[in-house]
T-cell receptor, first 115, second 113 residues
């Protein structure tokens, strides 16, 4: 079975600092797709960044970047220059080829950015 | 840009009552999903529809039924609500591309007393 684990239920960071959120997974597949979603207090789910497992280069979107370690089955999200608006629940998610079109989500990490 | 629209946004039910959550997307996406979100458990898939005319069970289908009415609409029905179904429900859709992300509705908070 494919599993996704976020071991940090809560994290906090000071404004303008850098924070890294962890995500690990277990699969025997070689091809899959990885995502980080953000859920602010408004409850809306927003895609932050995505990564294809076959790509060696780590994805970057402005202040957000990932550290994808395929052999270690690790997919962490780094937020640089944290802003108050980054306060949200963050979910990592995977789409495995054998699961068709379904996405599997981790448990989530609540990030609080302090002024 | 409507995206994914789900109704109602809030609902309170008594145990044993039935209700239907409605979802519609205007992005011509093939796949649609219903997830539930509970504290500490992330999002769990209830049912999904990979294309019009097909539906499949997810991780937690018991107590729910779905209908893919057409390409745009995917409804979730609770026939006899139970307190364990108190949750926030999200509808989502996805285009057919391999890297396609999910687009989510705003969620529906359901309380079963």
């Amino acid at each position: 079975a494919q599993t996704v684990t976020q071991s940090q239920p809560e994290m906090s960071v000071q404004e303008a600092e850098t924070v890294t959120l962890s995500c690990t997974y277990d699969t025997s597949e070689n091809n899959y797709y990885l995502f980080w979603y953000k859920q602010p207090p408004s409850r809306q789910m927003i895609l932050v960044i995505r990564q294809e497992a076959y790509k060696q280069q780590n994805a970057t979107e402005n202040r957000f970047s990932v550290n994808f370690q395929k052999a270690a089955k690790s997919f962490s999200l780094k937020i640089s220059d944290s802003q108050l608006g980054d306060t949200a629940m963050y979910f990592c998610a995977f789409r495995f080829e054998t699961s068709g079109s379904r996405l599997t989500f981790g448990e989530g990490t609540q990030l609080t950015v302090n002024p | 840009n409507a995206g994914v629209t789900q109704t109602p946004k809030f609902q309170v039910l008594k145990t044993g009552q039935s209700m239907t959550l409605q979802c519609a997307q205007d992005m011509n996406h093939n796949s649609m999903y219903w997830y539930r979100q509970d504290p500490g458990m992330g999002l769990r898939l209830i049912y999904y529809s990979a294309s019009e005319g097909t539906t499949d069970k997810g991780e937690v289908p018991n107590g729910y039924n779905v209908s893919r009415l057409n390409k745009r609409e995917f409804s979730l029905r609770l026939e006899s609500a139970a307190p364990s179904q108190t949750s926030v429900y999200f509808c989502a859709s996805r285009a057919g591309a391999n890297t396609g992300e999910l687009f989510f509705g705003e969620g529906s908070r359901l309380t079963v007393l």
